[in-house]
């Protein structure tokens, strides 16, 4: 189903990609070498004008970590000797240059399956300085994993992500809607699920509605009659009602594949997917009230509004075997988010430094244009303190509600020090405080 690889019509490609997309035509010009794509990439978007204090890494095309672990220690050791300018000899040492560059690194993610998420995989992943995970799922259900050769079982994923998020991660789940042998309703009561069930309920989403390509056995059936996509304007409908099923604490970080659409023999047909099925749940009277569509930077962008009010709104949640507790800084009347956190209490994690009575904070995140580290800007809401107050707030909830004498958080490598500043100390890969009972 996925195109891509050395031994596909697309040759230069990585796995799930055909080498015409902006990202694997950089990666392609630099020869796939980790360094110089970093360095490019910082240099263009220099050029562009962007600021480029502070950056975040996606590994994908194919499973990084089925890779071999030297050659995955280099690539990572390459991505953050890219950043501080320092030639290391290990992954711990390119880390501890990178916590103090001028370009920091604030997060990692890697894409993986299931059956490379298990508990050497996710440690050596922390070791890396990777806080989120994106996990192919493409689909709930057991005969659609087999029809699809997925080679893991829906009952893998599940485990993969209660063992993740245990580990401090956030789970991103791919999903493809349009698979054969599906049809629509089927797919839409798979997102109810999806976001219902406890077993599941991931943090985000990419939403990739299944593609044709050359190359693909999903391209034989297609030839010979046996997979018919959906029409453009049922699928338009099916993304709109998915959208409208997204709850406030999940991001739908991508809506359609970047892959360019003279490509595609079958399924989506024009490049502004999540645009027309926005349009479409208007149009229904409902909203999508996901994270991005919520944001602030996106609001002031695309509706021109601003907050004029903010209130810390709290969400509870059970997830994955664990108590989620969602935190934002909103302007309510506008529905607008400015900044959320994540706090979690674990039933069972395998880490060390997690046993016992211990909180672990998933995520902190102040939305907005980008503000360069130790500055701030009156105009913009990151460095305003919206972070001090949601941290605190996550060690009352610890303290009070969790019982917990001890709170983690995963941080980006190039965040630690913000952590350090307010009183956090680094545990393995956690940034970690002992809590007092008031």
């Not at 220099?46 to 095309?61: A, P, T």
């Not at 990739?208 to 391209?219: A, F, S």
């Not at 989620?324 to 674990?346: N, S, V």
Request: with cysteine; hydrophobic share 35%; charged share 25%.
């Amino acid at each position: 189903y996925c195109p891509g690889g050395p031994d596909s019509d697309f040759e230069y490609s990585s796995q799930s990609y055909t080498g015409y997309e902006p990202t694997s035509m950089r990666a392609i010009r630099a020869r796939y070498d980790p360094y110089l794509q970093t360095r490019h990439r910082i240099e263009q978007l220099k050029q562009l004008g962007h600021n480029v204090d502070k950056v975040e890494f996606i590994v994908m095309g194919g499973t990084f970590m089925s890779l071999n672990e030297e050659y995955r220690n280099y690539f990572i050791r390459s991505l953050h000797d890219a950043l501080s300018g320092h030639t290391s000899g290990s992954v711990e040492e390119a880390i501890k240059y990178s916590e103090r560059s001028v370009t920091r690194c604030v997060g990692i993610t890697i894409e993986t399956r299931p059956d490379y998420c298990l508990k050497k995989h996710l440690s050596d992943m922390l070791g890396y300085g990777c806080t989120r995970l994106e996990i192919g799922t493409q689909s709930i259900y057991e005969d659609v994993a087999k029809d699809t050769n997925r080679g893991h079982t829906v009952k893998a994923v599940c485990e993969s992500f209660e063992m993740a998020k245990n580990a401090g991660f956030k789970v991103v789940s791919h999903m493809m809607p349009d698979l054969p042998n599906i049809g629509m309703e089927r797919d839409i009561h798979q997102f109810v699920e999806f976001f219902e069930n406890p077993l599941f309920r991931p943090d985000g989403m990419k939403l990739y509605p299944t593609l044709v390509i050359r190359g693909t056995g999903l391209y034989e059936l297609w030839k010979s009659g046996r997979y018919k996509s959906y029409s453009p304007n049922l699928l338009v409908d099916l993304i709109a009602r998915i959208l409208a099923l997204v709850p406030p604490w999940t991001r739908v970080y991508r809506v359609q594949r970047d892959i360019p659409m003279p490509l595609v023999s079958s399924g989506v047909e024009r490049g502004n997917l999540r645009e027309l099925a926005l349009a479409r749940i208007q149009d229904l009277g409902n909203r999508c009230r996901d994270i991005r569509t919520r944001e602030v930077g996106i609001q002031e962008i695309h509706s021109k509004v601003k907050p004029y009010e903010t209130e810390l709104i709290r969400r509870d949640y059970v997830a994955n075997g664990g108590w989620e507790t969602f935190l934002a800084y909103e302007d309510p009347h506008q529905d607008i988010l400015i900044g959320l956190l994540r706090l979690r209490k674990c039933s069972n994690t395998f880490r060390t430094e997690l046993k016992e009575s211990c909180s672990l904070v998933r995520e902190l995140h102040v939305y907005g244009s980008v503000v360069p580290v130790n500055l701030r800007d009156s105009t913009k809401f990151q460095h305003q303190g919206f972070g001090m107050l949601l941290m605190e707030e996550a060690e009352r909830i610890a303290v009070n509600e969790h019982g917990s004498s001890k709170i983690a958080v995963i941080s980006g490598v190039g965040t630690r020090n913000y952590y350090r500043k307010i009183g956090y100390e680094l545990e393995g890969p956690y940034m970690t405080k002992l809590l007092s009972f008031s």
